[in-house]
């Protein structure tokens, strides 16, 4: 209910501002060619200036390319972009500005300046903004100057965002073609109250090339098109004392190398009241970087989703209230991934200036929370064995999980051996789904500190032979779990492995298993099973 609210202003507010009428200030008028050459940024931002001094309006970029570098919203100004217009961003550095800022958080110096701070489009403690039209934003990310590898480099990190918005307020992006980002696509922090609509995004040059991040409030993200190399969706976390709540995604098609709808990595704060709903995940269009089924184990197809859902509080945050439902993923290596606990300070990789950044933060000290976690309505098929896990680190609880109407078809191949792997505790490594190996032992759902779960309607099918049980308990106390249904493993073994668990009660189980229950250093009486009668 918060959210539909929440959403219910949100929309009054984008609206009024698109319905007032103002002034239209075509860049042609301030200078701008459009061939493609000459760069454009003095008088593009010209037109921005004046809109904003008049009180705002609409400015125009009509057909043709239009080259820029670093273009500054202001208040109450809409970026139209016309069918049949590009705008390009520079292929230089020369062009793209630092921009220290003022919201300072994790994600920057302690002077202000950011790790990531310069964009072809930015913005910071504005409002009232816009930037929509059928046109098309190419971040030129493809040109040899912003080809410098992941960012594990430091040097990789200055390439130029897309749009980077920070502690703005009123922002709506609609209708346009975005494609090509130096690095993250579209960078949102501190912002409220923000509205995605009818995108189409296509990011393929690049390493780093997210299509959405999101640390900000008051989101709806609906009727989007994505193709990105890295994550498509991601919600970030860079304030401990402040949680991303009531974000709305929906109706959207994502198709990515890495993963699908992401909570983190960055989690300070945590994310509370985030609905994501009608949703197709799929694999990329195409992979020159990722290339999974060569650089890991056990992958089935050349191009995967990493993950379809990647829910991570590994910095001190918290994940609450999360709602994923009708949702269809293919391609998948894992649909769900979610992990709480706290990864390690300083990770190998990380630029000097991040580990001491996050050497100074309270909340890596200690882990967050998850709890009130539903999935609802979900299919998925997966190529991998890297099996759907929700855990958390040893001496913590994910709590409160429903899983209702779930149906996985799951590739399946496991050994003997890989049903015995002993999986490790979480040690602080990167968050990701191959941080416990690239086999799990088991084919369906691994579960590890977990309390009160729920499963109701369960389809746990394997399409080839598999030794492992297609459910393991580890350390989870109240579980009710009410018709599940699946193969049964290879080798004559259990359908369901019990460790060290607690008030388990299983019902209406459909399978042609011969043996349901697997005891590991649990008291049978733990385990409560109900078959109904037909």
Known sequence: MRIQVKLVILL?????????????????????VSNGIMMNTEAIQKAINECHQNGGGKVVIPKGTFLSGTLYMKDNVNLHIEAGAILKGSFSFDDYPDNPVKYVNSFSYPNGKLFENKALIFGEGVSNIAITGQG???????????????????????????LLFIDCKNIRVYDLHLRNSAYWL???????????????IYNHTNFNQDATDIDADNVLIEDCIIDADDDGICLKSHNADHIVENITVRNCTISTNCNAVK???????????????????????????????????????PTTVLTGFALESVDGGIIENINISDIQMQDVQTPIFV????????????????????????????????????FRNITAKSHSKMTSSITA???????????????ISTMGYGTREDATIPLREYNGSYPENRMYGFAYPSSGFFFRHVKNLTLNTIDLEVRNEDYRPAIIFDDVHDVKLETISGNAPAGNQALIRVEKSLGIQISN?????????????????????????E
């Not at 913590?396 to 999980?401: I, L």
């Not at 189980?509 to 009668?533: A, F, H, M, P, W």
């Open 12 to 32: 009054y507010v984008l609206t009024s501002i698109s319905c007032s009428k103002k002034a239209d200030y075509n860049v042609m008028d301030y200078g701008a």
């Open 136 to 162: 098309v934003i190419d971040g030129s990310g493809d040109s040899p100057s912003f080809q410098l590898g992941n960012d594990s480099n430091p040097e990789s990190r200055k390439r130029p965002c897309m």
């Open 393 to 407: 680190a040893e001496g913590y609880y994910v709590e409160n999980v429903i899983l209702e109407n779930v149906k």
């Open 509 to 533: 189980t459909q399978s042609d298993t011969n043996v349901l229950i697997e005891y590991r250093g649990t008291n049978k009486k733990e385990v409560t099973i109900i078959q109904k009668c």
């Open 263 to 301: 909570f983190g990595t960055k989690s300070e704060g945590g994310f509370k009241n985030i609905s994501v709903s009608n949703c197709i995940i799929k694999k990329a269009s195409e992979d020159h970087l990722r290339k999974w089924q060569e650089n890991l184990e056990f992958i089935e197809l």
């Open 186 to 200: 579209q960078n949102y922090l501190g912002c409220d109250s923000l509205h995605l609509k009818c995108l189409t």
């Open 339 to 374: 992990i709480m606990g706290r990864r390690n300070i300083g990770q190998a990789g990380n630029p000097d200036f991040y580990k001491a950044r996050e050497k100074a933060l309270d909340s890596t000290l200690r882990a967050g929370s998850v709890s009130n976690l539903t």
